[in-house]
């Protein structure tokens, strides 16, 4: 079964930059498409970039378009999420899943997630 583990939130000023892991174990990542998801308090769970499945074509949310860039390390069976000119708005606990790419239909359950908190 594939299972995830989320890392590399943390708190940082507006405009700074983060770079968040998803870890899979249970199976070869390069055979599903990947997405990363946030969810900010009181708000259902936004899909903001995937990774389709051994093409690795990107989609991005509007949102964040130009900001964030999605990757894989095929190697360390992990996807990143590399986010720039971090803003208030994108405080939230981030969720990597199997998902529809493009879409974001996801599939299976949520793990722990990684907080992230943009304040000056």
């Known amino acids: 079964q594939l299972r995830f583990v989320e890392s590399g939130g943390a708190l940082v000023q507006p405009g700074g930059s983060l770079t968040l892991s998803c870890a899979a174990s249970?199976?070869?990542?390069?055979?599903?498409?990947i997405g990363w998801f946030r969810r900010s308090p009181g708000k259902e769970h936004e899909g903001v970039s995937c990774?389709?499945?051994?093409?690795?074509?990107?989609y991005y949310a509007d949102s964040v378009k130009g900001r964030f860039t999605i990757s894989r390390d095929n190697a360390k069976n992990t996807v990143h999420l590399q986010i720039n000119s971090l803003e208030p708005e994108d405080t939230a606990v981030y969720y990597c899943?199997?998902?529809?790419?493009?879409?974001?239909?996801?599939?299976?359950?949520w793990g722990q997630g990684t907080q992230v908190a943009v304040s000056s």
């Open positions: 990774i389709k499945n051994y093409s690795d074509q990107t």
């Open positions: 899943a199997e998902t529809s790419c493009p879409g974001f239909h996801p599939l299976g359950s």
């Open positions: 249970g199976a070869n990542l390069v055979q599903y498409s």
